[in-house]
C-alpha cells in the first residue's frame, strides 16, 4: 500500500513541484506537460500480459529502455521550454519507476535476476 501511495504521488505530485522550481512563470503550464508525459505508459499495452505486478517496467517496455532514456536526457538541450518540461517528465517517471523497481526488488529477488536491470541486483540485494 505505502509503496503504490509513494508511487503515484511521485507521478502526480513530484512533477508539480520539479515545474515550480524550474519553470516557475509557467509552472502550471509545465507541470500539464510533464502530466501527459505520462503517455509514455502506453508502450504497457503492447506486452502481454498488460499489468504484471512484478515486472520492472525499466529496461522491459519500449519506451522504458536506455535508448528511449538517452532521447529524454537530450529534450533537456532543445531551447523550447515545452520540450525540457516533457523531457523533464519523462525521466522523472523513468526514475520513479526505477524507485518501484528497486522497492519491488527488495521483496521479490527473483524478480530482479529477471528483470531488464538485472545488472542491478547484485549491488542492490547484497
Request: neutral net charge; aromatic residues 16%; hydrophobic residues 55%.
Amino acid at each position: 500500500m505505502l509503496q503504490t501511495i509513494t508511487h503515484y504521488s511521485l507521478h502526480f505530485l513530484a512533477p508539480g513541484l520539479l515545474a515550480w522550481l524550474f519553470f516557475r512563470p509557467i509552472w502550471l503550464k509545465a507541470w500539464g506537460l510533464m502530466l501527459l508525459s505520462m503517455a509514455v505508459d502506453l508502450d504497457h499495452l503492447l506486452a502481454s500480459p498488460v499489468f504484471a505486478p512484478n515486472r520492472c517496467s525499466i529496461g522491459f517496455h519500449p519506451l522504458h529502455l536506455w535508448p528511449s532514456m538517452l532521447v529524454y536526457v537530450g529534450m533537456l538541450f532543445i531551447p523550447k521550454w515545452w520540450v525540457k518540461a516533457i523531457g523533464t517528465g519523462l525521466l522523472f517517471h523513468m526514475v520513479t519507476d526505477f524507485i518501484d523497481c528497486l522497492w519491488m526488488f527488495t521483496r521479490c529477488t527473483g524478480c530482479c535476476e529477471e528483470s531488464g536491470i538485472a545488472w542491478l541486483c547484485s549491488w542492490w540485494l547484497s
